[in-house]
Structures are given as C-alpha cells and as structure tokens.
C-alpha cells in the first residue's frame, strides 16, 4: 500500500523479528498435518466451507520440472511474506498464534492448496520497505501484504493480478440509512484525513460538501461517531479495519480512486508468474475469491461482493 498503513509500518517492523520464529513454527506446524483444509483439529466452521470447500488444485502439468512451482512442492510449504496485524486482511489471533485469519491471509492458503493440494503456509512478517528484498534474496516466495502495484517498483519485482482494488471509501455510522456511497455526499460535512487524497478528491465527487480535515485516523473516527461529520472518506482498508474493530460505524459502497493490490513474486519468473495469473482466474471463477471477500472484508460493509479487478490491467502488472 503507499499510503493509510504508514502510521503502522514502524509497529510492524518492530515486532516482526520477534515474532518470527514463533509464527514460522506455528503455523508450519498446524498445516503440517494430512488436513486438506484449514482449521486442523478445530473441526469445520462455515468460514471454511464457504472459502475453502472445493479449493482448485493444479494439474500436474502446470507444475514444471525445474520451476519455482516444483521447488515450492517438494518443500512442502508456501512461504509468504504477510502482516499479522492487519484486521480482516491478515491478522494473528492472539490466543492462538497458529490462526492467522483476513482476506490476504485466506488467498495464501488458497494458492497453497493449489499448489500443494492443502494449505501449508509459513508466514513471515514483513515491514512496507523490506517487501522487495525479501523476493530478491529468496526469503519468501509471494507477497501478500497489500502490496500496490506501480511500474517503479514493477522494476525490481514481478506482480500477479491486480487480485484487489482498494481507493477511498465512505464510512458512516452504522445506523445511517441515506447514505450509501460517494454519491451521496454533496450537501454533506464529510470528514477526510489531513494530508490524504481524501483533501482533494472528495471535492471532484461532492463539490456542494462541507470538507472537514482531523490530524489521525482516531480522531477522524471519534469525530464521525460523535456527529461533528456525515461521513467519512479514507482508504478502503483502512475504514474496513476501524469497523472491524467500531461496531458504531459501517463502510458503503465500493472504493471510487483506484489502488489496486497485487501478489509480488521474483522479478523475471514468467513461469510462476504465469501460474499465480491462471490460479487468480480460476478462484475467481469458482468462486473462492468472492467468498474469502465475503467472510473478510465483506463482513463490515452492506455492499456486494465486487468484480475482481482485470488481471494485467494496470501498468506494472
């Protein structure tokens, strides 16, 4: 992401060393088992049913001797770089630090079911400015860690997808019924983030709005719960993770800017590149990819699950 996850890059950072060796553990060792799903020994939830029944698993054919599809199946485990403290897109439990739960969080299990035929995922905790060398030096295989897509940064790794459009969204209190998108802020006080697109891009949608900025994400959420605003306009992630965790406010819409997300992978792979792309159209086709939206980010907006997002369609993709 290039912006909205700066105020939590420097936690991330600090705590992804100490955290490594226990989740690396962990997790390695609750997918180890013969369990084709998620959840061993937990028994099945219907979060699992919904997301990960039916999982497409490649033909033998798409995994080519000598490639990195090979190396990753006869390890036995997908290596991810991924967050742990990112709610409803991959987030840590922490009584149980094998669970890693959230939209990107389900996507790497479901890649690791296609290569693997079950969901063996090692996971290790990246910081925003770490991403790129951890593809260089072979620390990890993919990147899932809502990674936007740019042609700088398409120089130095590969990116499948776009898999996720996120952009600026509206939250409102949750018992707002009026409303229901960006279309419906003219007339309206709409309170953005300094310093955010939000300042300049909510005039373009509303130019009848009444533009109120706050310092933080806090403030700007305290404010929208006690009425000094209609709405309020951030990143899509960002809203999605203050509802998650502020039963008082609710996202509407789709995301009207556009960020979109992709998977990085090592620069010049066009294999595996090639694969991700295909594993991408095929869990959106069956499905998948709309129930792992649904049960994750889905669970804090009144929207419908959206269209995934063209694959190849944005420069640097």
Not at 237 to 256: H, M, N, R, W, Y
Not at 270 to 286: A, H
């Amino acid at each position: 992401m290039t912006r909205s996850t700066t105020r939590t890059t420097r936690r991330r950072a600090a705590f992804a060393g100490a955290l490594l060796a226990a989740v690396t553990l962990a997790v390695t060792a609750c997918s180890s088992g013969t369990s084709a799903l998620p959840g061993d020994g937990a028994g099945s939830t219907a979060k699992t049913d919904t997301v990960f029944s039916g999982a497409p698993v490649a033909k033998a054919a798409a995994i080519i001797p000598g490639s990195t599809m090979e190396k990753i199946k006869k390890r036995g485990k997908l290596i991810v770089a991924e967050a742990l403290d990112a709610p409803l897109l991959s987030q840590q439990d922490p009584t149980d630090p094998s669970k890693v739960t959230g939209f990107d969080a389900d996507l790497a299990k479901l890649l690791a079911i296609y290569i693997l035929g079950k969901p063996n995922v090692e996971i290790v905790p990246p910081a925003s400015e770490t991403r790129e060398a951890m593809l260089q030096n072979g620390t990890v295989d993919v990147v899932f860690n809502t990674y936007t897509i740019t042609e700088q940064r398409a120089t130095q790794v590969d990116f499948a997808g776009p898999y996720f459009e996120s952009g600026l969204s509206v939250a409102v209190k949750s018992d707002n019924k009026t409303i229901k998108s960006e279309k419906d802020l003219d007339g309206k006080n709409v309170i953005v983030g300094a310093n955010t697109p939000a300042v300049t891009e909510v005039p373009k949608v509303a130019p009848k709005a009444t533009v109120t900025a706050f310092g933080t994400d806090p403030a700007a959420v305290q404010a929208l719960i006690q009425g000094r605003g209609d709405a309020y306009v951030q990143d899509y992630t960002l809203l999605a993770s203050d509802a998650a965790s502020e039963k008082q406010i609710k996202v509407v819409g789709q995301p009207f800017t556009k960020e979109p997300y992709g998977i990085g992978l090592p620069h010049g792979d066009s294999d595996f590149k090639s694969f991700v792309n295909t594993w991408l159209k095929t869990i959106q086709k069956g499905g998948q990819w709309g129930q792992a939206w649904k049960t994750t980010l889905g669970t804090v907006t009144d929207s419908a699950i959206p269209t995934a997002p063209e694959i190849g369609s944005v420069p640097g993709s």
